[in-house]
């Protein structure tokens, strides 16, 4: 079984060496993934040549257009030089303007770059804010798949940054998933846009267990009148399995719940390597053990991301 990953992350060389030692590696990547059966990976930074580093969060949201798009120009030459393997995703500030989103554009068209990697929240702002309007009238014309990928820092990291940068890397992004992907489909985003595909990493989340709350949320209240599009009777509910998630979270309780909810051909082979190569083999492993069905196997570990990305 060859799997494909939707979700990895690798530093152009003339990005410097900051971060984990593995994001400038490719070989080591490539060779450490044969040998688990990943045989392709799609990166991408959700930072663009910013950094993932709690304090650093403000500042990757002052990169100019131009260095937006060097960062993706020089993150296209990687996938150049090892076109067997790699693909990637074009990372933009989904507030960040016409510059940036005509730049996507260009580079959606190029076989190189096979979506969009955004953040789930900017600077403390949800992407069901007004500000991502412009954003995601330009994800429908292009119907490209987008990776909402948690930032830096997170909602409410200034309340947790002394419990240290761990809590903020595995729960905090976590939490940032969930309620960012909770935000968008209470904003009535996926139901007034049925073409759009939303990539969720970390599992969702806790996404698939939210379903009953999602509803809850926007029901009618005494007092205020229920907003379009929940007031025809659709429910919240009924737009999670639209959401594609992938397996990166090493949670086999998670796994069974996004499978019951999402369904199997929603869920995307991802293991968030590198920087998490120490994961691989829990990955694999969790994936192999919790997804029983061969044709439920066949489907996350490649049939779903080539149905949503195409084949190379």
């Known amino acids: 079984m060859m799997f494909v990953d939707v979700h990895g992350h690798l530093a152009p060389p003339n990005e410097g060496r900051g971060g984990p030692p593995g994001l400038h590696d490719p070989e080591a990547m490539i060779e450490g993934k ?11 930074s959700p930072v663009g040549a910013g950094s993932m580093l709690p304090g650093t969060g403000a500042a990757n949201y002052r990169q100019s257009a131009d260095q937006v798009r060097a960062h993706n120009e020089a993150l296209g030459e990687l996938v150049r030089a090892y076109p067997g393997h790699l693909r990637a995703y074009a990372y933009l500030d989904p507030f960040g303007g016409d510059k940036q989103l005509q730049q996507a ?3 959606v068209a190029e076989p190189e770059f096979v979506g969009l990697i955004v953040n789930t929240s900017v600077e403390g702002r949800y992407l069901s804010s007004p500000r991502a309007d ?19 820092e997170p909602v409410g990291t200034e309340s947790i940054l002394d419990l240290g940068p761990g809590v903020v890397e595995h729960v905090a992004r976590l939490n940032d998933v969930t309620m960012g992907l909770a935000a968008l489909i209470c904003a009535g985003r996926l139901a007034r846009d049925p073409d ?29 009148e229920t907003a379009e599009p929940w007031s025809r009777g659709v429910r919240p ?65 490649r049939e779903n991301a080539e149905r949503v990305f195409g084949e190379w």
């Open 134 to 152: 412009d954003f995601f009238a330009f994800v429908a014309e292009l119907k490209v798949p987008v990776l909402l990928h948690p930032p830096a």
């Open 105 to 107: 554009a260009e580079l």
């Open 34 to 44: 044969l040998a688990r059966g990943i045989g392709r990976t799609i990166i991408g």
């Open 196 to 224: 759009l595909r939303l990539i969720a990493p970390a599992g969702g989340g806790g996404l698939s267990c939210l379903g009953a709350k999602l509803d809850l949320a926007v029901a009618p209240r005494p007092g205020r």
């Open 237 to 301: 509910s009924d737009h999670l399995r639209r959401i594609l998630v992938d397996t990166s979270c090493p949670s086999p309780g998670q796994l069974r719940q996004n499978l019951e909810v999402f369904g199997s051909r929603n869920v995307l082979f991802g293991t968030d390597a590198p920087p998490l190569m120490s994961e691989l083999d829990s990955i694999v492993g969790l994936v192999s053990e919790v997804v029983t069905s061969d044709t439920d196997l066949a489907r996350i570990a």
